[in-house]
């Protein structure tokens, strides 16, 4: 839709500066959505802030800009309210227009990395694993959309001193990597876990059997090689009933950079920014300190001699800032890893890795909470398997569809199940833990995905009953119009602003708000059963309300069925 938004602001800006001269032309015209309908479509708060700079009366500031303000093409003549507020209405043949002419974004010119997913080879994607692939894509969607160049970095988990134990466990077992699938691994993980931790020979063997891991020995990185294939065909399979658009090609895991470590490592070293401490190499910044107040170290070098997980994601920043030449670096991991990705950026600044002219950022999330309100677990304790929780909720969504007609079953069921899941993640701020709830979750009232895709397919119903989807808005003259078209107006905005705070969670809350209006549309005025230019001009809103609810899902990895 065309934005509407920025030209008020502007107006406002040019009011502001006329009104109390030029240096008031970039002031910010504090322009939002207006609280109630009454107060009509916006209301600007700029008359109480000037007042108080100017120390004159608000309502008598706000009197000066509306005289100063030239709206009459756009909108209703504005009104003061309360202390000093400006309420703008705007003209339906301005609301038509912005939802007759949809905003398109074009190329920015700006390369946005995106590390997401990251699951851990020898082990099944878990929940946590879901939440940063959901994230992940949809902000990978949205930033697309605004006009990014994105790059997906799926940083796995496939090196470290675990894989030691485990080639060294296969060998002892006189297994081969061929004969195990994903949960022979996890089970092989587990049992040279325990050998590790009991018996010291055995942990010597696994050390030695990680240096030569790291150095390249071939038969060492041949049973790797064939642990982390047989690891990345399970996440694939995850990432296909998932609908997620990440694949083999966007696999840059923690092994790719175990070449650069000893480089990353030197050149701290050359920097002075390394301090030995009990045979680690750490970096000491200012500012981190522990819950005790000693100095929090960034390990770079284990005593041992190992790299580790610090090292491998400050090569990551170095290779994504210096060879993927990324304006934008965005990580969806848990809100766990905070201090450590704090860490990592400072420290990445201080070497000269990071230029402040590239934000990195911390997507963090909350946990996924089970029924009873605790991290979600397996009876026995174990993490709960990201696949059955799927296949439950597909298995759900098919039995809501039971009886429907003209419905393509199996591939719905999935849309929806899928859908759902996705949805419930993606619509509560993502700071926050939630309960996995899958009665909620595919409840077809309330803020959930097969609520809104019942939106769209319903209006796809009624489209396909109108014979013609075509034609433009030309009447808005019913409250309930007027408030759907001005929501429609909003999309660009609100996709906008998910792209900047990378909160998928606004574009949940404005799709939820679309459908919301559309139904009280339905109710008050009819459609198919009206006549002339109000059903022509009806028939093109439903489109276009259609195309927003469609694209909005989309960008949020949702499929948006045409019947169920
Ligand atoms: N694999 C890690 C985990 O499962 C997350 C990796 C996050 N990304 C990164 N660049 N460190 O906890």
Redesign the pocket.
């Known amino acids: 839709m065309s934005a509407v938004l920025p030209v008020l602001a502007t107006r406002l800006s040019a009011a502001a500066a006329a009104a109390f001269g030029s240096s008031y032309a970039d002031v910010d015209p504090e322009l939002r959505s207006a609280t109630k309908p009454e107060f009509g479509h916006y209301q600007s708060n700029l008359a109480l802030r000037l007042g108080n700079a100017l120390s004159q009366s608000p309502r008598d500031v706000a009197a000066r800009l509306v005289a100063a303000m030239r709206l009459d093409d756009l909108c209703a003549p504005p009104t003061i309210a309360g202390p000093g507020f400006i309420n703008l209405t705007l003209l339906p043949s301005t609301l038509a227009k912005a939802v007759n002419e949809p905003q398109s974004f074009t190329s920015n010119g700006q390369r946005v990395v995106v ?1 997401y997913s ?3 080879v020898a082990k099944q994607m878990h929940v ?2 879901l939440r940063s692939t959901v994230i992940g894509d949809a902000l990978c969607n949205v930033l697309n959309h605004v006009g990014y160049e994105v790059i997906r970095q799926n ?3 496939d090196w470290g001193t675990q894989y030691g134990m485990m080639i060294e466990q296969l060998l002892e077992e006189g297994l081969t990597a061929e004969s195990l699938d994903l949960v022979g691994l996890q089970h092989l993980y587990e049992r040279s876990r325990k050998h590790f931790d009991a018996d010291g020979t055995f942990a010597d063997l696994s050390r030695g059997r990680v240096v030569l891991l790291q150095s390249g020995d071939p038969e060492t990185r041949a049973i790797w090689r064939h642990m982390v294939d047989v690891s990345l065909d399970d996440f694939e399979r995850v990432y296909a009933l998932l609908g997620s658009a990440l694949t083999r090609s966007d696999v840059v895991g923690e092994s790719a950079y175990n070449d650069d470590l000893p480089r990353v490592v030197a050149e701290l070293e050359q920097q002075g920014l390394l301090t030995e401490s009990e045979g680690a190499m750490c970096a000491f910044l200012p500012g981190f300190l522990g819950r005790d107040g000693s100095p929090l170290p960034v390990i770079v070098r284990k005593s041992d001699g190992g790299f580790g ?1 610090s090292a491998t ?1 400050l090569a ?1 920043v170095r290779h994504r800032v210096s060879t993927l030449h990324a304006n934008r670096i965005v ?1 969806v ?1 848990d809100h766990r ?1 905070a201090l450590h990705f704090d860490q990592i950026f400072t420290l990445a600044r201080t070497a000269g890795w990071l230029p402040t002219t590239v934000p990195a950022e911390h997507v963090s999330f909350g946990t996924v909470l089970g029924p009873n309100g605790r991290p979600f677990k397996t009876r026995a304790g174990g993490t709960v398997k990201l696949v059955e929780l799927l296949d439950s909720a597909v298995a759900r969504a098919d039995a809501l569809l039971a009886g429907r007609e003209g419905v393509d079953r199996a591939a719905t069921a999935r849309a929806v199940g899928i859908g759902a899941v996705k949805y419930a993640d993606l619509s509560s701020d993502r700071g926050n833990d939630y309960v996995f709830d899958l009665d909620r979750m595919v409840a077809m009232t309330g803020n959930t995905g097969p609520y809104l895709q019942y939106a769209h397919a319903r209006l796809t119903r009624l489209l396909g009953k109108a014979g013609t989807t075509g034609g433009e808005v030309t009447e808005l003259q019913e409250p309930a119009e007027q408030r759907l078209a001005l929501l429609l107006t909003g999309f660009a905005s609100t996709v906008n602003q998910v792209a900047e705070t990378l909160q998928p969670h606004k574009l949940c809350t404005y799709l939820y708000e679309l459908a919301s209006a559309l139904s009280v549309f339905y109710e008050q005025c009819p459609v198919l059963s009206s006549a002339g230019a109000t059903r022509a001009s009806r028939i093109a809103l439903c489109t276009a309300t259609r195309h927003v609810l469609q694209d909005g899902l989309g960008l949020l990895g949702i499929e948006a069925p045409n019947a169920m």
């Open positions: 590390d990251q699951p851990n946590g694993h940083h796995v988990g997980y994601d990551a990580y991991v890893q």
